[in-house]
Antibody, heavy 118, light 107 residues
Framework: EVQVVESGGGLVQPGGSLRLSCAASGFTINTYSMNWVRQAPGKGLEWISYITSSGRTIYYADSVKGRFTLSRDNAKNSVYLQMNSLRDEDTAVYYC???????????WGQGTVVTVSS | AIQMTQSPSTLSASVGDRVTITCRASEGIRNDLGWYQQKPGKAPKLLIYATSNLESGVPSRFSGSGSGTDFTLTISSLQPEDFATYYC?????????FGQGTKVEIK
């Protein structure tokens, strides 16, 4: 089965850090770009980051630029979102989504919950 | 950043109704728009890509149209499993941007 599975979420204090992982199975991640999308409680979807298949090009939303770092390890079929200087407003469900060659986000994980609170 | 304005924010409809949701881009995005369905507590699901292409496995009652700045998602005959929130997403430029969502409720 083609799927991605997120992990690494949890409760963290403001100013803290977390590292989210997205593990792919059923397909080879090295031919796909990947995205992270988040959803704050009761709110809509917000795209936050993108990485090309090679890892050479990465984009971030302004809301996370300078605090979050996206990377990938194609040998481990995984992408990683390092989140630093976390704020209350980063509280959300974080989804990893496969980018089907710039035409759609076709495979989504079940999400991992990040709660930033003191 | 390209702004995506989706309307309505909430829609009340009955089973069997024809439902239309619109999405307007703040600038032209050719046909680089997709539609996603999200049910409570679940991940979004791709319905339509490149404006009008039905994703494999998605029922044919879903259709999309438009180009440039104005796009439409239509459900020809609403089914009980279609009550959900729908989002448009432009994939023309970065940052990618979603519409605010349309919640389709039971009338």
């Amino acid at each position: 089965e083609v799927q991605v599975v997120e992990s690494g979420g949890g409760l963290v204090q403001p100013g803290g850090s977390l590292r989210l992982s997205c593990a792919a199975s059923g397909f080879t991640i090295n031919t796909y770009s990947m995205n992270w999308v988040r959803q704050a409680p009761g709110k809509g979807l917000e795209w936050i980051s993108y990485i090309t298949s090679s890892g050479r090009t990465i984009y971030y939303a302004d809301s996370v630029k300078g605090r979050f770092t996206l990377s990938r390890d194609n040998a481990k079929n995984s992408v990683y979102l390092q989140m630093n200087s976390l704020r209350d407003e980063d509280t959300a469900v974080y989804y990893c989504a496969r980018d089907r060659h710039a035409e759609a986000f076709d495979i989504w994980g079940q999400g991992t919950v990040v709660t930033v609170s003191s | 950043a390209i702004q995506m304005t989706q309307s309505p924010s909430t829609l009340s409809a009955s089973v069997g109704d024809r439902v239309t949701i619109t999405c307007r881009a703040s600038e032209g995005i050719r046909n680089d728009l997709g539609w996603y369905q999200q049910k409570p507590g679940k991940a979004p699901k791709l319905l339509i890509y490149a404006t009008s292409n039905l994703e494999s496995g998605v029922p044919s009652r879903f259709s999309g149209s438009g180009s440039g700045t104005d796009f439409t998602l239509t459900i020809s005959s609403l089914q009980p499993e279609d009550f959900a929130t729908y989002y448009c997403l432009q994939d023309w430029d970065y940052p990618r941007t979603f519409g605010q969502g349309t919640k389709v409720e039971i009338k």
